[in-house]
């Protein structure tokens, strides 16, 4: 005895990742009842992020422009280049002020059981990107988890095979942590005592 | 470095209930780069329920129609009318199939910490509602929560004041357990043992 429409946005709200049945039943609820305003804040910035936003064209993650800002920045050091797994983890790497140069954000990390493999993650545009000859470190800040390590392993060889130098953050953060949960002085102190990978 | 856009989105996922500030990165991060239609279907199940749905006239539950069909039925029996906290309880006590009278939803329960008092449930509706001559008896299903307890106590007093015989379901329910998360089973039960409110 749901409406259509309530049903549908029940369901649609299941897009969220870890929202079940039950708790896009209460968020529903919430945003009809309680939150109509933020409702449709929601729906108009979801239109807005969907136009907008697309994929950097050298560091792969989301701008508005064709080339973000910080890719474009005379300021950053394009000496070096980090490799991250998501935008969150690269804004937890400037919060440390310790990192200068530019970024490459994989968006995801090789999880063979979830079929990502390198093809899927499109890692031959971090191979091109990383082929300017103005890079002479690749920094890898992939997770501690056993998949970033993973994806580290291989980004290792891939980039050495290729004559890069390739380092890889400090094995500060506790094994099994992810960079998204840790604090900025574990962050900093694993940047400054990277090893080469 | 976050653009604009990406900023707005992350701050909207906030108004969902309980969802903190890295819930809200990572829900915008999975739409933007795994789930693009998602986030397009969500943003238009959003703005289809701002549209079309409101609150029932009779029930004040969410309807596209100006009375629900719930309440239009000619199956269902107007002698009995059952207020409960929310939609989903509803649901859940429509489950039970041991129930065929009407409903009234309150949107809510008395919670004074909360600064919801009778005024802010609005509980004229209700009052108004069960002036209904058709209405025999009122069955109390809120919570068994303290404020769900408290809003039952409130609402028996003030509807027995008006004449009316009022009931509340059976304490079948674990102490502090909540109808959405009780198995239909139970719920039957605490109905069929409803006794003098
Ligand atoms: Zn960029
Ligand atoms: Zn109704």
Do not use: W
């Not at 945003?31 to 064209?57: E, I, K």
């Not at 031959?124 to 920094?139: F, G, N």
Request: net charge neutral; with cysteine.
């Amino acid at each position: 005895m749901n409406t259509g429409v309530l049903d549908e946005l029940v369901s649609a709200l299941r897009c969220l990742p870890s929202v079940g049945p039950k708790s896009a039943q209460r968020m529903a609820f919430h945003l009809l009842q309680r939150d109509r305003a933020g409702a449709d804040r929601l729906a108009r910035a979801l239109g807005d992020a969907l136009t907008r936003l697309h994929n950097c064209a050298r560091c792969n993650t989301f701008t508005e422009l064709e080339v973000c800002e910080r890719c474009s920045s005379p300021r950053r050091d394009a000496s070096q280049l980090c490799v991250v797994e998501t935008p969150a983890d690269m804004l937890m790497m400037e919060q440390t002020h310790s990192y200068s140069g530019l970024y490459f954000c994989l968006m995801g990390r090789i999880a063979p059981l979830e079929g990502v493999g390198p093809k899927e993650l499109r890692l031959d545009r971090l191979l091109e990107r990383a082929a300017d000859p103005a890079v002479r470190e690749v920094i890898l800040a992939t997770n501690f988890t056993n998949e970033g390590e993973a994806t580290a392993h291989y980004l290792g060889e891939m980039l050495r095979a290729r004559g890069l130098a390739v380092t890889r953050i400090a094995r500060g953060l506790p094994v099994g942590g992810e960079l998204e949960h840790t604090d900025i002085g574990t962050i900093a102190q694993a940047l400054s005592e990277r090893r080469p990978a």
